[in-house]
């Protein structure tokens, strides 16, 4: 498996709650968080969030260079990540134990941001791939939500009470993971005391409904999109499709059911609105087993040696309507002039189809992770300003 091969393997797991079975299992004590072991990813120590992060930029001329990654040596705030369905378990709902596939996850999408917060990953009893499997194969699996919820809320409850100290935090989610957040923010921080710590909340590759034209007041009563950089206490949230292949009439993503109200998207790259270059950091060899395979980066097929490459000024995004739905567009500036490659893959992709209504879903993080990762940072100053820090 590669190092995101687990990503997105059909895992909008909150985002079809009509498929899944609701006869679940007797449910069991909620994991010790107090236990080292009941955690992915926590500071100081030797985790899948201190994994390499080095990245190999490739410009438009086809010139190299590589970027070396240095972790905060003191952040000043944290990051509280819930990492997306990965995990391969045959259970309908995942064990407590890190297999390589959530280990792989937190290593490409949450530490990058230990270049600027102490990143807390709690491991939480997920509904699994191969229940999401026999599920969409029409079979009745016990799986239960509510158990990976309650497991995510009792590990923040414990952060809360003895690792937080008042420190601001930033919420990272990615698909599932996110949707377990969204819940835990509707139920525990939206509008309640503990909002004062939040910096911003990242949910990314799900549906968080907000009333059209307007910021606040869907699933989050108080807590609005965010619109600039400096803005504090609120959302970025968006869900990925190639700018030219809009959702299809059958996309899960971009869509809500409420009436009145859409799918929240918010750029990385461009905040305040319209279309802007995105800080990408993309996988080396590709989005992982549900997608095809990278090809060669530069028309000289020098190989690279990071997992990551990052390629200035190829992606473009902005936040765009068609019909019902609402999504980040993401357009690959393509120049068959230069020796850099005109394409990039992210596409789910099964027995060599291509599944147009998951979009990018595989890269919903990658394609603005710098834009991401910057934000952390200017959010969390503005924050600590804005309280005398």
């Not at 280990?103 to 102490?118: G, L, P, S, W």
């Not at 008042?166 to 990272?172: A, E, H, M, P, Y």
């Not at 910021?215 to 609005?224: F, S, T, Y």
């Not at 940072?377 to 820090?389: D, E, F, L, S, Y």
Request: hydrophobic share 45%; net charge neutral; glycine share 8%.
């Amino acid at each position: 498996m590669t190092l995101i091969a687990a990503l997105g393997l059909l895992a909008a797991t909150l985002t079809a709650p009509a498929a899944i079975a609701q006869t679940a299992p007797e449910v069991a004590p909620a994991p010790d968080y107090t236990q080292d072991s009941a955690w992915l990813c926590r500071p100081s120590r030797i985790d899948a969030c201190s994994a390499n992060q080095d990245a190999t930029i490739i410009m438009a001329d086809g010139k190299r260079s590589t970027e070396k990654f240095v972790p905060a040596a003191a952040p000043t705030f944290d990051c509280f990540y819930v990492y997306p369905t990965v995990s391969l378990d045959t259970t309908p709902n995942s064990d407590m134990i890190a297999g390589p596939e959530e280990n792989q996850v937190a290593a490409f999408q949450a530490a990058r941001f230990a270049k600027n917060c102490r990143v807390y990953a709690p491991l939480y009893r997920q509904v699994t791939l191969v229940a999401l499997r026999d599920i969409m194969a029409g079979k009745a699996v016990p799986v239960d939500r509510a158990l990976a919820y309650a497991d995510v809320k009792a590990a923040w409850a414990q952060y809360l009470a003895h690792d937080n100290k008042g420190r601001g935090v930033v919420l990272i989610g990615h698909s599932q993971g996110s949707g377990v957040l969204k819940a835990l923010m509707q139920q525990e921080i939206d509008g309640k005391p503990t909002q004062k710590l939040l910096i911003s909340a990242m949910l990314l590759g799900t549906n968080v409904a907000v009333p059209e034209g307007k910021d606040v007041g869907g699933d989050l009563k108080a807590i609005p999109l965010c619109r600039s950089p400096e803005q504090v206490s609120c959302l970025i949230s968006y869900v990925s499709f190639r700018g030219d292949s809009p959702p299809p009439a059958n996309s899960r993503f971009g869509v809500v059911p409420e009436a009145g109200m859409v799918a929240a998207c918010t750029n990385p790259a461009a905040l305040g609105g319209g279309k802007a270059l995105s800080d990408n950091y993309l996988g080396t060899t590709g989005a992982g087993i549900a997608s095809a395979r990278q090809g060669a980066w530069t028309s000289d097929g020098t190989p690279v040696s990071t997992y990551f490459v990052k390629a200035p000024g190829l992606l473009s995004t902005e936040c765009v309507a068609s019909g019902k739905f609402h999504y980040l567009a993401v357009t690959v500036n393509a120049d068959p002039a230069d020796p850099r490659t005109d394409t990039i893959v992210g596409d789910v992709s099964v027995g060599g189809t291509i599944l147009k209504d998951w979009g990018l879903h595989l890269i919903d993080m990658p394609v603005a992770m710098g834009d991401l990762v910057s934000l952390s940072a200017r959010q969390a100053k503005a924050w600590a300003k804005a309280r005398g820090h």
